[in-house]
């Protein structure tokens, strides 16, 4: 059985329960990043460094905010990091496009004046009453002026942004507001910040009682079924689609063979 879940093991499972199964219950830990992922991860690491020293009393320039992403990016780079569209774009391409992150954020939020109250903030939270359902997840930035009205950020360097409609009934912060609100005292209103990079875009939304009722009922319902799954022995099923170009287990894939060939690996 498995004894807490998040957001991305849920999704993972939605998308293709083998996969799930290779990760969440086999364990087999792949050492592959994508490119994506490993800019996207730099870039969390700056700007939780840059608002650690706002904490301090301390606005760094900008040069140093690019400095130090500069030295995460190298400090962090292996041999395993795959770049999939290697024919147009590479590694430098992607170190530009987190830079550009960065620079556009300072730009528009410069001196970072935000009531911050947690940054990679972690949360254990349980759907119910009992111990079967416990969620876990960590929030980019939480801030809270004191006043019982919080924000839940969350950071995006991908190049897709979210609609106000998509937005509005996306899972994943709604999931750590019920989180926040559980473990938290003086919540009165929660609100759901996304903060899109490439764009200098922020896109805000607030979720009603039953949305989050409803919420937590579809989650348990999956956990339920992956739990049941466990018991009964079942079949965790591959469920091919596109995002195949991006899975590190093809090898122990019994819908494919060989290695991904989308992989190209710097
Ligand atoms: S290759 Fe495709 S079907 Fe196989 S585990 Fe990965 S995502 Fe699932």
């Known amino acids: ?113 935000e009531p911050v109250t947690g940054i990679e903030f972690e949360l254990v939270f349980n759907l119910d009453d009992s111990d079967g359902y416990v969620m876990k997840g960590i929030l980019d930035r939480v801030d809270h002026t004191g006043d019982g009205i919080w924000e839940i950020h969350d950071y995006k360097s991908g190049k897709r942004a979210l609609t106000q409609k998509q937005a509005d009934s996306d899972l994943q912060l709604a999931l750590y507001q019920i989180g926040l609100q559980q473990l938290e005292n003086n919540v009165e209103s929660v609100i759901l910040v996304w903060h899109f990079l490439q764009h200098g875009l922020e896109v805000r939304s607030t979720r009603t009682e039953n949305q989050l009722n409803s919420l937590i009922s579809k989650t348990k319902k999956t956990i339920d079924q992956i739990q049941g799954q466990i018991a009964s022995g079942g079949e965790f099923a591959p469920k091919e689609s596109f995002l195949c170009n991006w899975c590190y287990y093809w090898e122990e894939c019994p819908a494919k063979t060989g290695t991904n060939p989308y992989i190209f690996k710097k």
């Open 1 to 113: 059985m498995i004894e807490r879940f998040s957001y991305s093991s849920l999704e993972t499972f939605k998308k293709c329960p083998a996969k799930f199964k290779f990760y969440y219950i086999d364990k087999i830990v792949k050492p592959d990043d994508s490119i994506e992922a490993f800019m996207g991860k730099r870039v969390h690491e700056t700007l939780e460094f840059l608002y650690q020293e706002v904490a301090k009393k301390k606005i760094p320039i900008i040069d140093t905010v690019l400095e130090k992403y500069r030295e995460l990016w190298e400090k962090s780079w292996h041999n395993r990091i795959a770049i999939f569209r290697w024919r147009e774009f590479g590694s430098e391409n992607y170190f530009a496009l987190g830079e550009g992150c960065l620079a556009r954020y300072y730009r528009l939020y410069k001196p970072f004046s």
